[in-house]
């Protein structure tokens, strides 16, 4: 079992920044990938980002890319999520997943193939 907490939500205004984390803890394992997800009322959970973990490698949605940053600690097995120049379509609330088989090298875009979910933070961005 993997446990995710994510932290580090809030209330910030149009062009503001905040670093989300998310701690994993339990058997993480050294070859799975870490998803930042989103979901706004009455929508469906979208990808955000998300790293391979052994590998370093990144993707991002197109509507993040250039604002958003993951990043990932070894030594405090964390994933982080900065956010710059916030956006209100960016409130939602935010989910890291765990995928214990992640694709070659990558993370997958799939809310789907993730085994892991944390309880989620909420992001608002005030016009």
């Known amino acids: 079992q993997v446990q995710l907490v994510e932290s580090g939500g809030g209330l910030v205004q149009t062009g503001g920044s905040l670093r989300l984390s998310c701690a994993a803890s339990?058997?993480?394992?050294?070859?799975?990938?870490v998803g930042w997800f989103r979901q706004a009322p009455g929508n469906e959970r979208e990808f955000v980002a998300g790293?391979?973990?052994?590998?370093?490698?990144?993707r991002y949605a197109d509507s993040v890319k250039g604002r958003f940053t993951i990043s990932r600690d070894n030594s405090k097995n964390t994933v982080y999520l900065q956010m710059n120049s916030l956006k209100p379509e960016d409130t939602a609330v935010y989910y890291c997943?765990?995928?214990?088989?992640?694709?070659?090298?990558?993370?997958?875009?799939?809310?789907?193939?993730?085994?892991?979910w944390g309880q989620g933070t909420q992001v608002t961005v005030s016009s």
């Open positions: 790293i391979n973990w052994s590998t370093g490698s990144t």
């Open positions: 339990g058997r993480t394992g050294s070859r799975y990938a």
């Open positions: 997943a765990a995928d214990r088989s992640p694709p070659y090298s990558s993370a997958s875009s799939l809310p789907g193939v993730y085994d892991y």
